[in-house]
């Protein structure tokens, strides 16, 4: 049985890699991808999970400072970013440079609260991590022009399945990554790229399932709760970006393939001698070994 079990495995991550290269080819830029630096500092990725106001609570801003910091998604709208002044500024959601005639009301007023609070709040210089696509988009080229401390630099979100051999090439060379159904996913992958040898995640709290209910329509709806909306939404229709209900299956499956990549990460992580740590103070993210910031920061600098 076992060997049976090892035959099926080989085959469909063969199935898995071939699948892979082709949307490679179809979707990756070869040229122009973010690259690696020399990094003299530990990044730390500031989740938007409401456990972040127990990171930047317990720890002393002197202690931040120790680390490069990279902020993710709406965080921009928050009244604490001006004070956090991130390095890195990661986007990966497609509705940020999408055409308004793509979006519902909804995820146009997200894109253009979000361009406004960068290009009015922003007063360190500081590089935006965007997908390939954002090279297409007016609003974001826009975005990128008004406001010089704005810098740009590219990545590819194309999902990378399959054989770890070819997986990781290909990770290597910047043409994709596990599927970026998370921020943090290719927050991560691109915090390797660029050198960094230790990753902290702090404020991944991850808490979905338990904000995931069912109304007697049978629509399922998610209570959207982050550091900066500690109280969270009213629960709401799961929708994609033009109005389209979600079912159940579909939310969880979205939810699973997140925590996975961050198994596949793991196992890259580890084979690149790169140390990811969840400092989190609350996050159902089993992946990554569990530390304190502050013990973090001081094995960083004996090494």
């Given at each position: 049985?076992r ?6 495995s ?16 179809l979707?990756?830029?070869f040229?122009?991808?973010?690259q ?6 530990p ?5 938007n ?21 990279m ?11 001006s004070a ?11 509705t ?16 253009y609260?979000?361009?406004?609070a960068?290009?009015a709040k ?18 974001f ?13 590219y ?7 399959g ?8 990770y290597?060379?910047g ?12 927050g ?43 109280d ?11 109005d ?6 579909e939310?969880?499956h979205k939810?699973?393939l997140?925590?996975?990549g961050y198994?596949?990460?793991r196992?890259?992580?580890n084979?690149?001698q ?6 989190s103070s609350?996050?159902?993210?089993d992946?990554?070994?569990r530390?304190?910031?502050?013990q ?8």
């Amino acid at each position: 049985m076992r060997i049976l079990l090892c035959i099926q495995s080989f085959i469909v991550g063969l199935i898995q890699t071939k699948l892979s290269a082709m949307r490679i080819l179809l979707q990756s830029n070869f040229i122009g991808i973010v690259q690696h630096e020399t990094q003299t500092k530990p990044l730390l990725i500031l989740g938007n999970g409401p456990s972040l106001n127990d990171t930047l609570k317990n720890n002393a801003a002197a202690l931040l400072e120790g680390f490069d910091s990279m902020a993710v998604n709406a965080a921009a709208c928050s009244d604490q970013f001006s004070a956090l002044q991130p390095n890195l500024y990661i986007l990966n959601a497609v509705t940020y440079f999408q055409n308004d005639s793509e979006l519902s009301p909804f995820y146009i007023q997200a894109k253009y609260d979000l361009f406004e609070a960068l290009k009015a709040k922003t007063r360190w210089e500081m590089t935006l991590l965007v997908p390939f696509r954002a090279k297409k988009s007016t609003d974001f080229q826009q975005l990128i022009a008004s406001n010089p401390n704005l810098k740009v630099r590219y990545f590819n979100q194309t999902p990378v399945e399959g054989l770890n051999f070819w997986s990781h090439r290909w990770y290597n060379i910047g043409w994709g990554m596990p599927r970026p159904h998370n921020v943090l996913i290719p927050g991560i992958m691109t915090g390797i790229r660029l050198g960094y040898k230790t990753i902290a995640i702090v404020g991944a709290d991850h808490s979905w399932l338990a904000d995931l209910s069912v109304n007697d329509k049978n629509e399922a709806l998610l209570r959207h709760v982050h550091y900066y909306a500690t109280d969270g939404t009213q629960p709401m229709k799961v929708e994609d970006r033009i109005d389209r209900p979600r079912k159940l299956h579909e939310i969880i499956h979205k939810f699973y393939l997140s925590f996975k990549g961050y198994w596949q990460i793991r196992a890259y992580a580890n084979k690149k001698q790169v140390s990811i740590i969840n400092a989190s103070s609350v996050s159902m993210i089993d992946a990554f070994d569990r530390k304190p910031l502050a013990q973090l920061l001081n094995v960083t600098d004996k090494n």
